[in-house]
Nanobody, 122 residues
């Protein structure tokens, strides 16, 4: 079982940037497909970005393509999400999640972090 802890959320104006991090422990990080999932108030969870265990494959929601970049450092057991050109509609709780597959895309992950809030003001 892996434990996930997110950090890096906060409040930013539209057009700004944030970098989320997710530190993994109590598991073999390099054996999990990782992803970022967000949930805005009153809305369903949405897959934002996913990455394979070796980082060679990534996938993004259409709404964030070209603005967000997912990456991982298996030596540091850490997942990242670089978010640029942020928009008010990006406001949500962002969760780091893991699933023991080479690559997974969706919202049915096995393990979840507690979430970090991102708020973008216009």
């Amino acid at each position: 079982q892996v434990t996930l802890v997110e950090s890096g959320g906060g409040s930013v104006q539209a057009g700004g940037s944030l970098r989320l991090s997710c530190a993994a422990s109590r598991g073999t990080f390099s054996t999990y497909s990782m992803g970022w999932v967000r949930q805005a108030i009153g809305k369903e969870r949405e897959g934002v970005a996913g990455i394979s265990i070796d980082g060679t494959r990534t996938k993004y929601a259409n709404s964030v393509k070209g603005r967000f970049t997912i990456s991982r450092d298996n030596a540091k057991n850490t997942l990242y999400l670089q978010m640029n050109s942020l928009k008010p509609e990006d406001t949500a709780m962002y969760y780091c999640a893991a699933r023991p597959l080479w690559f997974y895309w969706g919202v049915e992950y096995t393990y979840w972090g507690q979430g970090t809030q991102v708020t973008v003001s216009s």
